[in-house]
């Protein structure tokens, strides 16, 4: 191996501007307004006049180098060597020429990515490692994601909404990704108690800290064995114990599956941000498409696209007609597992005389 | 090199009209670039296994990472190495991202070189936290990678029981809603924590997220212990030569603007916006809507909001507010001051694998206002106790 440079510890990572577009530090502060142009472009004006326009382009999150290397070149060619990502994984290409605009949307449309994300749309969908890379996953992430915007793609290129839809996908209840603030959203759920691997126990845990690290109280030592028991009837299958203690693996294949949950949101606008809320309990994990899981995404959406008012929120829509207007609206069914019986069940109970028939 | 596994499962997901990531990791495992194809490869094959047996092949971590850290690097091993030695050590590279992540294709080039040469020339841009996730490479290669980044200007980001890597929204950089610099205390935030995002340190871990305005695009209410959220103080600014405009377009101002005003505080005749701005609580939904007539008060800064995070283990949490209003102009001080109070108390009081919030929720917010020295203020709740079991402290009874 060649000799390698002289590594340097604790330098942070390199400062913003380094890599800021002219026209956004001459600009930087100083921006008065923005228009959304098409589902996929927008511009901001500044106080001086000054203009950038934004390209968004979808990307799958989990990109080689070479695809890294080709929007390189891409902004090379129009945005002077600059680019940027979104917080939801987009890519952008920022261009101050307007005469370029129009030429980088051809050749983007030429090169097959998928132009959009902005407005009252779905943007892309922020997800977690799932089979890819994660030891706790209980279905893959970047497999349903895709399959999901497959069908919903449409959305992201041009339909409007009533307004910007969130869709999130986490692998495990970990919830690596925003899913408990989302409007739509995916979980990888275990149904079964971990199984406990007594040998292993001893060698690979510390047994107060898997004792303490379950949040109903299900684990308790067993001395005799050296290791540690689970009151099953008490376990809700969270794979919190498995963190801690390794030898309680928690994978399931025949009954891990897919929950959605719905009606979160992160802004303040209008409404109060809201975590979202169990509308399916369990999918089956179907892979490589999840058939089920797609499906009832989109019973979902097409009943908030049929009911909400302009800018009304999943959640915010939900709300207006009430949850037992929802379970009605969209035909899911309602079981024992919507009911809250968690840390915060009592305020999710109905303490009043209303509601609709 | 040709693809050493069928995967009959996986090449379904190269169908289909959204970008697909089994296309990227074939082009990992084909690239000429990328100097060991068999990362990819044998990812293609545990990948396709996973499909077929609906369960993960990844061992339960392990602790690798680079000299003088205890973060930044997520150790990841196959269960199955024999069948997939290009994957018997996969192992995860955090890497700090630059504010708003604004790159230069220089940069980007200079990481993608890097990676090639010593990992499986897979990435995430980005991981859910902000980091440029290096997804792949063997324990041998991390001491090369991190000698090759740093020499170049580029650190680790945080992982486990640390300071993860602080992340923002685009700020001022390419918005007109930023009411401060996302990016400047991103930052500052990064580099003067840089030994407790490198050195876990803490009961568990903690993120900040710094969003310019209560849009909230970076998640910070729902995703970050401290939530610095931009706000202002003053009247909205308001340009009734364009909100005649917008009305002209076709926008119904009163069934969009005024009647979806959560306060009640606005009212339109059809020819002038009237703001009551007392009543005004600042969510932003008038002003989002109508970006060239209303504009945001002219005294500007932030709201810090403390504790949210995922659900794991006792509930998900939202951040709460616990400064109703700081101004945030280098060099800080005033934040990185209340910062450290709030770590003295949770390392005073928390437990192993106790996030902020839940301490605050076990021992009473109360008391964490005490410890930390913040004065109540009626801005941190919706409404007062409903109980009548509150504590008073020595000084406040005749003895």
């Known amino acids: 191996m060649s000799e390698l440079p002289q590594r340097q510890t604790d330098i942070g990572p390199p400062h913003y501007s380094k890599f800021l577009p002219p026209v956004i530090k001459e600009n930087y502060g100083k921006w008065r307004y923005h228009e959304i142009l098409s589902a996929g472009v927008m511009v901001h004006v500044a106080e001086s006049g000054a203009k950038v326009w934004t390209v968004r382009v979808a990307s799958p999150r989990l990109v080689s180098t070479d695809f890294i290397r080709d929007i390189c070149e891409i902004a090379d060619k129009y945005c002077d060597g600059h680019l940027r990502f979104t917080t939801r994984h987009n890519v952008e290409f920022l261009v101050s020429d307007e005469s370029k605009v129009d030429p980088l949307v051809n050749e983007l449309k030429e090169k097959g990515y998928m132009i959009g994300g902005i407005g009252d749309r779905i943007s892309n969908v922020v997800h977690t490692q799932g089979w890819v890379h994660c030891h706790s996953a209980a279905t893959d992430a970047s497999g349903l994601v895709k399959v999901m915007m497959d069908e919903l793609h449409e959305y992201f290129t041009e339909k409007e909404l009533p307004a910007k839809v969130r869709l999130a996908v986490a692998c495990c209840v970990n919830m690596c990704g925003a899913v408990h603030c989302s409007d739509i959203a995916l979980v990888g759920v275990h149904k079964t108690p971990p199984r406990i691997e007594h040998d292993k126990v001893k060698n690979l845990c510390e047994i107060p800290s898997t004792v303490a690290s379950c949040p109903t109280s299900a684990i308790s030592p067993d001395p005799a064995k050296k290791s540690v028991k689970i009151k099953i009837e008490k376990c809700m299958y969270c794979g919190n114990c498995y963190s801690v203690c390794p030898a309680m693996p928690i994978s399931d294949p025949k009954n891990d599956g897919v929950a959605i949950v719905v009606g979160g ?93 | 090199m040709p693809q050493k596994h069928p995967t009959p499962l996986i090449d379904e997901l190269e169908k289909g009209a959204f970008p697909s990531f089994v296309k ?124 090759e980044l740093s020499s170049r200007g580029w650190d680790l980001g945080g992982s486990g029981s640390a300071v993860r890597t602080p992340s923002c929204c685009v700020g001022p950089a390419r918005c007109e809603w930023a009411c401060y610099d996302t990016l400047e205390l991103t930052y500052q935030i ?130 709460w507010v616990i400064v109703p209003f700081i101004k945030l102009e280098p060099p800080y001080e005033e934040l990185f001051d209340l910062v450290e109070r709030i770590w003295e108390f949770w390392d005073e009081h928390g437990k192993n694998r106790e996030r902020v919030g839940e301490l605050i929720e ?16 009626p801005a941190m709740v919706k409404e007062p106790r409903r109980d009548p079991f509150f504590f008073w402290s020595e000084e406040d009874v005749e003895k």
């Open chain 1, 265 to 357: 949101k992160v802004s303040n606008l209008r409404s109060n941000p809201k975590f979202s809320k169990l509308a399916v309990p369990w999918l089956p994990n179907n892979p490589p498409r999840w058939p089920e899981v797609v499906e009832n995404v989109k019973k979902i959406l097409n009943a908030y696209i049929e009911g909400a008012k302009k800018h009304e929120r999943l959640g915010e829509w939900v709300e207006r007609i009430g949850w037992e207007k929802f379970f009605k609206v969209t035909g899911l069914p309602f079981q024992l597992q919507h009911i809250d019986d968690f840390t915060f069940a009592r305020e999710t109970w109905r303490m009043a005389a209303t509601f609709k028939w």
């Open chain 2, 362 to 377: 076990r021992m009473g917010f109360p008391v964490f206002l005490k410890e930390t020295g913040i004065e109540p203020h």
């Open chain 2, 190 to 319: 990064t580099q003067r924590f840089q030994d407790e995002l490198h050195r876990p340190m803490f009961p568990y871990k903690f993120k900040f997220k710094m969003a310019g305005c209560a849009v909230d695009c970076i998640a910070s209410i729902a995703r970050a212990d401290m939530s610095i959220i931009g706000t202002w103080k003053g009247n909205i600014q308001i340009d009734q030569d364009e909100v005649r405009n917008y009305a002209k377009n076709g926008m119904d101002i009163q069934a969009e603007i005024v009647d979806m005003c959560p306060t009640g505080c606005m009212s339109w005749d059809g020819n002038e916006l009237k703001i009551n701005d007392e009543d005004c609580n600042r969510c932003m939904h008038c002003i989002a809507k109508m970006t060239k007539a209303l504009r945001q008060g002219e005294e500007k800064g932030a709201t810090i909001l403390l504790g949210s995070k995922a659900p794991i283990v006792t509930g998900a949490l939202m951040s």
């Open chain 2, 24 to 147: 990227e990791i074939k082009r990992a495992a084909e690239s000429s670039n990328v100097q060991d194809n068999n990362y990819a490869q044998d990812l293609l094959g545990q990948l396709e296994l996973s499909y077929k047996e609906k369960k993960t092949h990844w061992k339960h971590g392990g602790i690798v990472g680079v000299r003088g850290y205890g973060s930044g690097v997520i150790g990841r091993y196959s269960d199955i190495p024999d069948q997939f030695p290009g994957v018997a050590h996969f192992h995860t590279i955090r890497v700090n991202q630059p504010g708003g992540f604004f790159y230069t294709t220089e940069a980007l080039r200079e990481i993608c070189d890097i990676w090639d040469k010593y990992g499986s020339g897979l990435t995430n841009m980005h991981g859910s936290t902000g980091d440029i996730i290096l997804l792949g490479t063997k324990t041998d290669n991390l001491e090369p990678v991190f000698a």
